[in-house]
């Protein structure tokens, strides 16, 4: 019997994460069907990608999984990566306010106080401000929405300066997006439900989260990564697959719906038939592939962002005002161009030789996309100019790397969850088999794209049993 072919568009971690899963199921239960992953670049792993040099480990996008989140930890497992997973160094952590370095206020939760006194002790935030902050205790929920802007729901709760100076400069930072645009349901939900629940963010926060474990020695970091860098996962999971069913730079020219399956149309021509499809590619490639499937086309409407970050390597000796901790988050009020700094020796010690710094800074607010595009040279000056407003560097780095990310950070905008489900339900309809999964999706963090990709493994192999 010949074997039936499953293909999977896009090698980032949802589509090698939806290959291992499919190939383990498919060997596990000696199923008649073959997988094709098929990429369109020169290599796998998509923004998961480990710069080596000089005995440095340089992330050039992601840095970490964090721990919290159980489909990474399971995938980890799974592939015999436990042993050489390493946690982050923890440490005092900062927001630049104004100019100044101000510490992160103790018992918070994404900026929100849970805990009231090391708030008030806070300079982070004026007199007034905190009273403001404090009338979250008392407003009672709010009324019930289907959805509303993050930022709004959380102005609405704890004033402007609160969320201007602490909560904005951390939550914007996860999804590269300004908050006063992101969906609440997409992005926080539980804020929403808390506040439903108890008529408080703060009681329900309280209420919910496990209060810390009363420890003598140091607390693990909630993030992990490897020895050798986050690329270890991509690595392990290209070697659990056979190394047939990869093509790399193979773009998918369009789709077509056939009585018997789909034809995958390649860029050179050629074409691959599959019973069923698993897309990972990001959401604004989907109108193009699908040409004629109108539903599709609301992707036309959903922004991406545009990041960069620059890291720079030193001599330990040329940082002369260093400070302890692993790093800080810029707020909107500052006239600072980075949005966030890692002082990445001292959150990932492995990643650095001994006598040696690693910084890495971050660029590309919503307001400020064009600095992406700023030459080496320029983007160079104006992160050491940044930087030198709180640490005294007095020499050029060693060397430095610049990523840049255009147009990969999606959006999730006021509605974004009813757009996606609009998508799942006419998809269902008219391209039976093809299932969507990916960073445009449903969570843009590595444990939310390996879970939509077992996701929509699971989907496939129902289809195919009901076929």
Same mark, same amino acid.
């Given at each position: 019997?010949?074997?039936?072919?499953?293909?999977?568009?896009?090698?980032?971690?949802?589509?090698?994460?939806?290959?291992?899963?499919?190939?383990?199921?498919?060997?596990?239960?000696?199923?008649?069907?073959?997988?094709?992953?098929?990429?369109?670049? +020169?290599?796998?792993?998509?923004?998961?990608?480990?710069?080596?040099?000089? $005995?440095?480990?340089? =992330?050039?996008?992601?840095?970490?999984?964090?721990?919290?989140?159980?489909?990474?930890? +399971?995938?980890?497992? /799974?592939?015999?990566?436990?042993?050489?997973?390493?946690?982050?160094?923890?440490? *005092?952590?900062?927001?630049?306010?104004?100019?100044?370095?101000?510490?992160?206020?103790? $018992?918070?939760?994404?900026?929100?106080?849970?805990?009231?006194?090391?708030?008030?002790?806070?300079?982070?935030?004026?007199?007034?401000?905190? =009273?403001?902050?404090?009338?979250?205790?008392?407003?009672?929920?709010? &009324?019930?929405?289907?959805?509303?802007?993050?930022?709004?729901?959380?102005?609405?709760?704890?004033? %402007?300066?609160?969320? %201007?100076?602490?909560? &904005?400069?951390?939550?914007?930072?996860?999804?590269?997006?300004?908050? %006063? /645009?992101?969906?609440?349901?997409?992005?926080?939900?539980?804020?929403?439900?808390?506040?439903? +629940?108890?008529?408080?963010?703060?009681?329900?926060?309280?209420?919910?989260? @496990?209060?810390?474990?009363?420890?003598?020695?140091?607390?693990?970091? #909630?993030?992990?990564?490897? =020895?050798?860098?986050?690329?270890?996962? #991509?690595?392990?999971? #290209? &070697?659990?697959?056979?190394?047939?069913?990869?093509?790399? &730079? !193979?773009?998918?020219?369009?789709?077509?719906?056939?009585?018997?399956?789909?034809?995958?149309?390649?860029?050179?021509?050629?074409?691959?038939?599959?019973?069923?499809?698993?897309?990972?590619?990001?959401?604004?490639?989907?109108?193009?592939?699908?040409?004629?499937?109108?539903?599709?086309?609301?992707?036309?409407?959903?922004?991406?962002?545009?990041?960069?970050?620059?890291?720079?390597?030193?001599?330990?000796?040329?940082?002369?005002?260093?400070?302890? $901790?692993?790093?800080?988050?810029?707020?909107?009020?500052?006239?600072?161009?980075?949005?966030?700094?890692?002082? !990445?020796?001292?959150?990932?010690?492995?990643? !650095?030789?001994?006598?040696?710094?690693?910084?890495?800074?971050? #660029?590309?607010?919503?307001?400020?996309?064009?600095?992406?595009?700023?030459?080496?040279?320029?983007?160079?000056?104006?992160?050491?100019?940044?930087?030198?407003? !709180?640490?005294?560097?007095?020499? +050029?780095?060693?060397?430095?790397?610049?990523?840049?990310?255009?147009?990969?950070?999606? *959006?999730?905008?006021?509605?974004?969850?009813?757009?996606?489900?609009?998508?799942?339900? /006419?998809?269902?309809?008219?391209?039976?088999?093809?299932?969507?999964?990916?960073?445009?999706?449903?969570?843009?963090?590595? @444990?939310?794209?390996?879970?939509?990709?077992?996701?929509?493994?699971?989907?496939?192999?129902?289809?195919?049993?009901?076929?």
């Amino acid at each position: 019997m010949e074997k039936q072919t499953i293909v999977i568009i896009g090698g980032g971690i949802t589509g090698l994460s939806a290959a291992y899963y499919l190939h383990k199921n498919i060997k596990e239960n000696n199923l008649p069907y073959q997988i094709k992953l098929v990429e369109a670049g +020169k290599r796998l792993g998509g923004k998961i990608n480990t710069y080596k040099r000089d $005995g440095f480990i340089i =992330e050039r996008g992601p840095d970490s999984i964090i721990a919290r989140k159980k489909p990474g930890v +399971k995938l980890v497992e /799974e592939l015999g990566l436990k042993d050489q997973m390493v946690r982050n160094g923890t440490g *005092q952590s900062y927001i630049l306010v104004q100019g100044k370095l101000h510490k992160m206020p103790k $018992g918070a939760f994404m900026g929100i106080p849970m805990e009231i006194d090391p708030f008030l002790q806070s300079e982070l935030v004026s007199s007034s401000g905190k =009273e403001r902050a404090l009338l979250d205790l008392e407003m009672g929920k709010g &009324e019930e929405m289907v959805d509303q802007s993050l930022g709004s729901f959380l102005r609405r709760r704890f004033g %402007d300066e609160l969320v %201007d100076n602490e909560i &904005e400069p951390l939550l914007s930072g996860i999804y590269s997006g300004d908050i %006063d /645009e992101m969906s609440l349901m997409a992005t926080f939900p539980n804020f929403y439900q808390l506040e439903q +629940k108890y008529g408080s963010l703060i009681k329900g926060l309280n209420e919910v989260m @496990p209060k810390p474990a009363k420890t003598t020695g140091k607390t693990p970091g #909630v993030f992990f990564s490897f =020895e050798d860098g986050l690329e270890v996962i #991509v690595d392990k999971l #290209v &070697e659990k697959l056979d190394q047939q069913s990869i093509l790399l &730079e !193979t773009p998918v020219d369009h789709v077509e719906k056939k009585e018997t399956g789909y034809h995958i149309v390649l860029g050179n021509g050629d074409v691959i038939k599959a019973a069923a499809v698993i897309a990972t590619t990001s959401h604004q490639t989907l109108p193009k592939m699908f040409k004629n499937y109108d539903f599709l086309n609301i992707f036309n409407d959903v922004p991406s962002s545009s990041v960069a970050n620059v890291a720079l390597a030193f001599d330990q000796s040329a940082i002369k005002q260093d400070i302890d $901790g692993t790093g800080f988050v810029v707020s909107r009020n500052s006239d600072f161009r980075i949005t966030a700094c890692t002082w !990445t020796h001292k959150k990932w010690p492995s990643s !650095t030789p001994e006598g040696k710094a690693l910084i890495r800074c971050y #660029v590309g607010r919503p307001s400020d996309h064009e600095i992406v595009d700023l030459p080496d040279d320029e983007l160079i000056e104006i992160v050491l100019k940044d930087l030198n407003k !709180t640490m005294n560097i007095t020499a +050029k780095p060693d060397f430095s790397v610049i990523s840049r990310w255009k147009n990969v950070m999606p *959006q999730y905008t006021v509605g974004h969850l009813e757009r996606i489900e609009q998508v799942r339900v /006419e998809a269902n309809e008219q391209l039976p088999g093809v299932y969507f999964a990916g960073s445009s999706f449903e969570g843009v963090g590595i @444990p939310d794209c390996i879970d939509q990709a077992e996701k929509a493994v699971y989907q496939v192999m129902e289809f195919l049993k009901g076929e």
